[in-house]
């Protein structure tokens, strides 16, 4: 039987995941998360041969899930399944550790190919990561600003940059609108900019944002 754990904040993404798999997969255990401490309860109580992963959750982010998977459970491979392009948070979750990322648009018959392909062992990643990566190999010597954030700050810039408020990325990310404020700061001076608007044109400049 294959045990497969899906996290995700979403009841309609879990049950739509549940029936791809169900219907794939002969004999197939699936188990559910909403949040990023039920994901971290669940790993620590079963074992599981893949999880599903997304980055938006509540209480922590995919990627501090599955930096803390990693630690607790390194053999467990990870799928990221996210909202967000390959773009923004493809490499950062491949050196994290995933065994692939893939957004929420790719459709059905992509997703199943992807949980086989990490089930024998291998790496999912699409041609457009794979060039990601490649580059980013070639510029290791010469980090950019925005590398040097933290995940969560990244992920706040990213929602900065896209022009969301402060209020709209605190419920986003089920955090208080002083710590988004917080995390405003510190990407601000990281980056030893001033304003939202420097954020913006930096983070068009280099693709962070479609």
Same mark, same amino acid.
């Given at each position: 039987?294959?045990?497969?754990?899906?996290?995700?904040?979403?009841?309609?993404?879990?049950?739509?995941?549940?029936?791809?798999?169900?219907?794939?997969?002969?004999?197939?255990?699936?188990?559910?998360?909403?949040?990023?401490?039920?994901?971290?309860?669940?790993?620590?109580?079963?074992?599981?041969?893949?999880?599903?992963?997304?980055?938006?959750?509540?209480?922590?982010?995919?990627?501090?899930?599955?930096?803390?998977?990693?630690?607790?459970?390194?053999?467990?491979?990870?799928?990221?399944?996210?909202?967000?392009?390959?773009?923004?948070?493809?490499?950062?979750?491949?050196?994290?550790?995933?065994?692939?990322?893939?957004?929420?648009?790719?459709?059905?018959? %992509? *997703?199943?190919?992807? #949980? @086989?392909? !990490?089930?024998?062992? +291998?790496?999912? $990643?699409?041609?457009?990561?794979?060039? &990601?990566?490649?580059?980013?190999?070639?510029?290791?010597?010469?980090?950019?600003?925005?590398?040097?954030?933290?995940?969560?700050?990244?992920?706040?810039?990213?929602?900065?940059?896209?022009?969301?408020?402060?209020?709209?990325?605190?419920? %986003? *990310?089920?955090?208080? #609108? @002083?710590? !988004?404020?917080?995390? +405003?700061?510190? $990407?601000?001076?990281?980056?030893?900019? &001033?304003?939202?608007?420097?954020?913006?044109?930096?983070?068009?400049?280099?693709?962070?944002?479609?």
């Amino acid at each position: 039987m294959t045990a497969i754990l899906i996290a995700d904040d979403h009841p309609i993404v879990r049950q739509g995941l549940r029936q791809i798999l169900e219907m794939e997969f002969e004999s197939v255990k699936i188990g559910e998360a909403e949040n990023s401490w039920q994901a971290l309860e669940l790993i620590r109580a079963q074992d599981w041969d893949i999880m599903i992963l997304d980055i938006t959750m509540p209480h922590g982010s995919g990627l501090d899930v599955l930096k803390e998977v990693k630690s607790e459970r390194p053999k467990l491979p990870v799928l990221i399944l996210s909202i967000h392009p390959e773009d923004q948070y493809g490499v950062r979750a491949l050196r994290a550790g995933a065994s692939g990322y893939m957004t929420k648009e790719s459709a059905p018959k %992509e *997703l199943v190919e992807a #949980v @086989k392909l !990490i089930l024998k062992g +291998r790496k999912y $990643i699409s041609s457009t990561l794979a060039e &990601k990566l490649a580059d980013k190999i070639g510029t290791d010597a010469s980090i950019l600003p925005h590398e040097k954030l933290s995940d969560r700050e990244y992920q706040v810039l990213c929602l900065i940059a896209s022009g969301k408020s402060i209020s709209d990325i605190a419920a %986003e *990310l089920y955090l208080s #609108v @002083k710590t !988004i404020g917080t995390f +405003r700061t510190r $990407i601000l001076d990281k980056m030893e900019m &001033k304003t939202n608007a420097e954020l913006i044109r930096y983070a068009i400049k280099y693709g962070l944002i479609e």
